[in-house]
Nanobody, 126 residues
């Protein structure tokens, strides 16, 4: 069973950068696509971007295009979300997740992701 853990969240000022990490605490993520999602207070969970096991990248949110970048380090068995030029509206809990069986590719439908981390809080405030 794949279990994911996010880290790297925190409190930053507008314009700052953060890098989130997603690693497997159990199982191996080598053959899974990994997506990044976020949920702000009072809002639905939103898909941001995803990287497949073949390192192809899908983007799902216009609000973060050009500012957030997903990458994968197979040697470290970690997927990253580099977040630049952060804005107050980026404040949310950020989650990484992997799809279900045969989950090597990315899916736009959030319901296709079944292995979720516990989330890491990102707060952008002056």
């Amino acid at each position: 069973q794949l279990q994911l853990v996010e880290s790297g969240g925190g409190l930053v000022r507008p314009g700052d950068s953060l890098r989130l990490s997603c690693a497997a605490s159990e199982g191996t993520m080598d053959y899974y696509a990994i997506g990044w999602f976020r949920q702000a207070p009072g809002k639905e969970r939103e898909g941001l971007t995803c990287i497949s096991s073949f390192n192809t990248i899908a983007s799902y949110s216009d609000s973060v295009k050009g500012r957030f970048t997903i990458s994968r380090d197979n040697a470290k068995k970690t997927v990253y979300l580099q977040m630049n030029s952060l804005k107050p509206e980026d404040t949310a809990i950020y989650y990484c997740a992997a799809p279900g069986p045969s989950g090597y590719d990315c899916y736009e439908n959030i319901d296709d992701y079944v292995h979720w981390g516990q989330g890491t809080q990102v707060t952008v405030s002056s």
